[in-house]
Structure formats: structure tokens, C-alpha cells
């Protein structure tokens, strides 16, 4: 299976390349140049060879500042925003860590080797498989499309990328799936949950619009990650319901909102640069140092330095929204129609998320998780 892959991946890239000569559009040509570099990356993550990009010379700045803009928003709306993102994010950051102090303190865990529990034997990890595909019987979308995605021969496992991610082949109109390397097989279901989670936020858009290929897809917002921490987060809390392995699970949720809690204190931390101190954070990871942050947040395990990714404002605000939208599911359709708009915080306060209320989303979601094990 997997040489077969790799010999389809070979072809994929190559009729992307050609379409990209063949079409004559913008938006065409930006849909070819996005697939074949995604296609680029998934054949480096499945096989560890690192193939030249051939078409880069051939990609006009038009096409180049198409294609960023659509993947580059989120550093422009943390300037814009830069307050309200502080004062939610410093507060959603305190009720996080007092509420997971409360979980790492409790009898529950403070009595077990916990490193013992990434070592599963085979029939733990059928275990996780067999409720992962339990789940999908509860979402008829989500199962539909990993059996559509496999079935197609779209669904890649890598040893060589830890991460993991969803991509639409605009060519094929396919979806492709990558799973990366984890170290259990809950860590790979949950991977997968999550990128279904973009699966189906990217399949709505087609049943709603009827078009295959909507470049408003490609565009990165603050509203990226929802759906998919959304349907992560509620795995997690399906998980620890149904599975015989308690331990295993609520450190995999820890694991999740302590995730979480770092991309929160990430936004809140260069909320506190000025302007051009976060546009130098653009396109790489880069080190903020905390003696220029002009706020104490009061919590003694975050005086340090720290690295932020341009990624951390999708995956903190993904954390926020989802949270809410998983106590309030009556919100879902209203927030899918609102999610390629331009951030600001009054379409938050359309869905119900507030200042004032966003410590209770979290601690609702926090104790739903781990109320069993407080």
C-alpha cells in the first residue's frame, strides 16, 4: 500500500505541475501551486526525501501575494485587536491553569506511574481504535469522509512528521490526509479526529456552495481551527467515558488543554509587543522574551521565555470558540456562516462569547472533562 501511494504521489505532483503551465486564470493557477507544494510536503513526510520545488521560478509575485495572502491573516488581526486579545487570553489563561493544577494535584493521578501509560499493549490499542470508529457512528459526516478519504488511498502515515494535517487536492477535488508519528494509538486517532474535523468544515462549504475548490478555504483566519478542536475536544470527552484505560485518557486531555493553555498565553504575551515587534514574528517561530511584556500576568510557571508560532492565535482561539460552541451547539450553523468573515470581537459576542463569560466556557468544559477525577 504504502509504495503505491508513493508512486500515485509522484503522479499527482507531476499533473500539478503540468496544470499549472496549462491554466490561465489567477485563481487556477493559485490552486495548482497550492496543491502541488502540499503534495510536495505529504511526499516528503511519507518517504524523508526532500523534493525542489520546480515551479518556484515560474510563480509570479501576483500569484505569491495571492497565495500569502489567503494563508496570512492572523498576524494583521492580532495587531488590530492586540487589547481585546490580551484581556480575554490572560483571563482564559488563569482559569486554565488553576483548573489543570486541580487535576495534576488530585488522588486520582498523584498515585500512579503515569509514564507507564504511553506503553500500551495490542489489545489497549485495539481498544482505542475500536472507540475511535464508535465515535465516527455518532457522525455520520466525519465517518463518511475517513472511508472516502481511505478509499481513495488519501489517508498517509508518516514516520517521518510528528505533525499531523488535512489538505484538499483542488486538481482531483480529493481530500488527503496525514497522519504523523504519535506514541500510541490514541495519540493517532485523536490526530485523526481533529483533521476530520477540516474535513468536514471544507465539505460543508461544497454542500452549501455546490463548488469544489473555493479559494476562501486556503484562507487562514482566527476561525481555522474551530470545527476541528471542536470535535477533538469532544473525542477526548467520549474517550473518557467509554475507555477501560481512565489514566491514559485524562493525560491525553491534560495533555490537550495544557496545549491549549500555552497557545493562549502565547497570544496573550505578544498582545503585549507593539505593532512592529509582532509583525517581525511573521514566518518563523521566534523567541519573545517576557521582560518585554508591559502586563504581569501573576502566574509564577510562566516567567520564562517562551517561542511563539505564527499558529498559536488559530489553535488558542480554535480552543475558545470550540469550547463554547460544545456547550452551546444550538451556535454551530450560525458560526460556520460567519467563519471566513473578518475577525473581530463583536462576531464573538454574536455567538454568545464574551469577556465576562469566557472563564465560565472554560471552566463548563474543564469540569464536563475532568469533573470525575477533580
Known sequence: MKKKQIVMLKKYIDDAKKCFFEYDSLEDKVK???TYCTLLDYYEAVTGINVCNQLEEYV??????????????ALDDLVKYKEYHKRITKSSVLKLDSVLQEVADSSYLSSVDTDSYYRLSKEENRENWELFFQYLGKHKELKDLYFKICHNHNCYFSRNEA????A???LLEEYLLLIGKGNSSLDTVVDIVHELGHASEYQYDV??????????FMQENLFSEVMSSYFEQ????YYLKHT????????KAMDFFDNCEGKLYMIFSASSLDDESIYQLEGKDSFVDDKKIVEDIDVDCFDRRFVYEDSAILYGYGFLISSYLLEHPEKIDCFLEMRREEFSPQLLE???IREDNVCDIIDSRCQKVFGKYL
Request: proline letters at 0%; a negative charge.
Open 168 to 170: 484538499v487536492d483542488y
Open 163 to 166: 505533525h499531523s494535517f488535512f
Open 350 to 352: 454574536e455567538l454568545g
Open 60 to 73: 509570479s509575485n501576483e500569484i505569491k501575494n495571492l497565495h500569502q495572502s489567503l494563508t496570512n491573516h
Open 207 to 216: 454542500d452549501i456552495n455546490h463548488v469544489f475548490g473555493k479559494l476562501e
Open 32 to 34: 495548482a501551486y497550492d
Open 244 to 251: 477501560s484505560q481512565k489514566v491514559e485518557g485524562v493525560l
Open 234 to 237: 469532544e473525542f477526548l470527552e
